[in-house]
């Protein structure tokens, strides 16, 4: 405890000392305040005026949205859930969402961590749509979901699925999606023509159903071909490298609104004869694919700029070979580095979509247009177009919120226990 | 290798010579190591005992000379050097752990996908090297939770989990704290006399005096002299190696 110290050699013979508490300062309500909110005059001043303009904010919006016209919202429901899907094959969907809900199920119980949170958001829509009138056979196939998730999460939980099984399973459901939407195959480059119910022709495929396809579709193949290219970029083949430059460029260079339209009038060109006209839905699958996947590639590439020449030499030292030492030492290290990047992308997909309405795809956005056209709400005074616009910023934001809540916690997971 | 079993020299280095761009990095060095051998090489910053080392084991590729790692002959195929890494451990200046893996999966991941272990029995052995290396209750933590020395020792049970024949030690201990290097040079020491062939660019003079049975002296990307250690540290022959022995030893 010698707070002087004038000779030239001393011992502390308090060492080592017990550690102390740290000094009371102002805990509490009032020392938060006190700290946070008015620590200073300027502070106070800001203080003052936010909450100043957060009343009026609040208030404003609470009296319009108390006050606001939400009847087109509330009677279109069907169309913004799956735009002109006929009504009596209503029950595909249905089989699709159930089947997405049992995989989320398993995937939570089995894998925990990212998968547990997205069960609960989606747990939490399923109960949301299951309370709420929206009609008894929807609310019925919502508690069902909701049910198959829970029953999924506890065999998940108890029944050791392998990992791989599960996974492929998350890669069959896709195609198993179309193949149900659809009511069957159509090929005709294949040649195959195969249905069990009467075909839904993908023109009639709307709302958030067709968004989440496209979205969901555009993130499943962009990410590896993302990946693929990053990889390219860095190749020591030439060839392999200048395509994977010239690719990215040429993408990252062009508004994706034009590769839409290109991928309309000049996708056929580019396919074999014989494979016909793809549809309008696979033409905007593969421009916003193709889109995502150059940034992607970028955003990769950063990653694996990120990792320390240590960690090749390392991997090289041990005799693992090139492939093994990236996808066990190399890109786990890269994408968990990039993971913000990648789910920022990602939600720019997701709102991405709605450029399709541009083309002729009825996605959310485009239906919310035709439901503002709709002639039983012309008369309504200042019209429906803000309460329509609202209601689908609100879903776009609920499910972006979502995929960016997942990320930070699978940031905070994958962090454990690093030092850097 | 039933025909290399009377060979006695494990590496053969022959008149190699590496250049980075213009610069003469490795000038005609040959030096040959017999099996259970270790070799220290000492010498200043830029003598190029850092990259000799790793031409070894293909860290860096040499331009010209003969490279031989127990009978194989280090060339630019792909197979070679994928066996001769399998033959040789190396333990980095800055450890290199991989961050995103456990200790035990550092240790067994190469066993388990090079050497085609089966799981258990892979992390059996690294258990088995975590209590020799003196830490097997760090065996589920990540590197970035050890401290500097704990992490050099991760990194040798590492190496050795690969069952080498040589292991190789770039600078192991320059990067750790003074109260940690003990415990490294201790598992290096141990490593020695169980008679691990090994080759080691160090600073340490007490675990070359120690330790080596013979030690190189390397200045200007050549070999200067070489010599038991007490040859060498009490009758050093060129004057470059009693300059820097003076520089050191002072």
């Known amino acids: 405890m010698t707070t002087e110290i004038r000779s030239t050699t001393w011992v502390n013979t308090d060492h080592p000392a017990p550690a102390q508490k740290p000094p009371v300062t102002e805990v509490g309500v009032i020392g938060w305040l006190r ?6 005059v300027g ?3 800001l203080t003052l005026v936010t909450a100043v303009a957060l009343y009026f904010i609040v208030t404003g919006l609470v009296r319009w949205v108390s006050g606001a016209f939400w009847q087109p919202v509330w009677e279109n429901r069907k169309l913004f859930a799956v735009g002109l899907y006929p009504i009596a094959q209503m029950w595909q969907p249905a089989a699709v969402l159930l089947m997405v809900s049992a995989l989320f199920g398993l995937s939570a119980g089995r894998w925990g961590s990212i998968m547990r949170n997205l069960g609960v958001g989606l747990a939490a829509l399923l109960l949301l749509f299951a309370i709420i009138p929206i009609g008894a056979q929807a609310q019925l196939v919502m508690a069902a979901g909701l049910g198959l998730l829970l029953i999924g999460y506890i065999a998940g939980a108890r029944v050791p699925i392998a990992s791989r099984w599960l996974a492929l399973a998350w890669v069959l459901s896709m195609p198993a999606t179309f193949i149900l939407l659809a009511g069957g195959l159509n090929l005709p480059a294949l040649g195959v023509r195969w249905q069990f ?29 993302g990946v693929l290219l990053a990889l390219g970029r860095r190749s020591k083949l030439p060839v392999i490298k200048w395509f994977c430059v010239g690719y990215i460029e040429l993408i990252r260079g062009v508004p994706l609104i034009t590769l839409l339209f290109m991928g309309m009038t000049m996708l056929p060109l580019f396919l074999p004869s014989g494979w016909g006209n793809p549809s309008l839905l696979v033409r905007a699958m593969t421009a916003i694919t193709l889109f995502s996947a150059a940034y992607l590639a970028e955003n990769v590439r950063g990653g694996l700029q990120a990792i320390p020449k240590g960690q090749y030499e390392a991997a090289d030292a041990l005799g693992l070979s090139a492939f093994d030492s990236l996808r066990f030492i190399i890109l786990p290290q890269a994408l968990t580095k990039v993971i913000p990047a990648i789910v920022g992308q990602f939600i720019g997909l997701f709102k991405d979509t709605s450029l399709a309405s541009l083309v002729g795809l009825l996605e959310l956005v485009a239906v919310g247009k035709a439901v503002i056209q709709q002639p039983e709400w012309l008369g309504t005074p200042g019209g429906i177009a803000r309460e329509v616009y609202v209601f689908i910023a609100v879903v776009f934001f609920v499910f972006s919120y979502g995929m960016s809540f997942a990320s930070r916690k699978l940031e905070s997971k994958l962090g454990f226990g690093k030092r850097q | 290798m039933a025909g290399h079993a009377e060979d006695t020299d494990i590496i053969i280095v022959r008149n190699v010579n590496k250049w980075y761009g213009d610069f003469h990095a490795l000038k005609n060095v040959s030096l040959t190591v017999k099996r259970k051998e270790v070799v220290v090489i000492i010498g200043p910053s830029g003598s190029g005992k850092s990259t000799f080392i790793r031409t070894i084991n293909r860290l860096e590729e040499h331009q010209s000379g003969e490279i031989i790692v127990d009978g194989i002959p280090l060339t630019h195929d792909v197979r070679n050097i994928e066996a001769i890494r ?6 980095f200046q800055q450890f290199n752990l991989f961050p995103h893996l456990t200790v035990l999966q550092n240790i067994t991941l190469a066993p388990i996908h090079v050497r085609k272990m089966k799981k258990k029995d892979a992390e059996e052995r690294a258990m088995q090297l975590l209590e020799r290396v003196g830490i097997p209750e760090q065996a589920h933590k990540y590197p970035g939770q050890l401290s500097g020395g704990q992490q050099q020792r991760v990194a040798i049970a590492r190496a050795l989990a690969m069952q080498p024949k040589i292991m190789l030690f770039d600078e192991p201990t320059s990067a750790l704290d003074p109260e940690m290097i003990r ?28 330790v ?28 470059r190696t009693k300059l820097f022995l003076q520089q050191i030893l002072k």
């Open chain 1, 35 to 40: 700290a946070n909110l008015f620590s200073s």
């Open chain 2, 86 to 91: 399998m033959e040789t451990g190396m333990v």
């Open chain 1, 43 to 45: 502070n106070t001043i």
């Open chain 1, 197 to 225: 119910v009467p075909f839904v022709e993908v023109n009639l495929w709307g709302g958030l159903m067709l968004t989440m396809l496209l979205a969901v579709v555009g993130i499943a193949l962009s990410f590896p071909i």
């Open chain 2, 212 to 239: 080596a049975d013979r030690i190189v002296f390397m200045d200007g990307g050549e070999i200067v002299e070489i010599g038991t250690p007490e040859h060498f540290f009490t009758d050093p022959q060129h004057d």
């Open chain 2, 183 to 210: 415990e490294v040079l201790e598992v290096m020491e141990e490593l020695a006399e169980s008679g691990m062939t090994m080759v080691v660019v160090t600073h340490e003079m007490g675990f070359a005096k120690g």
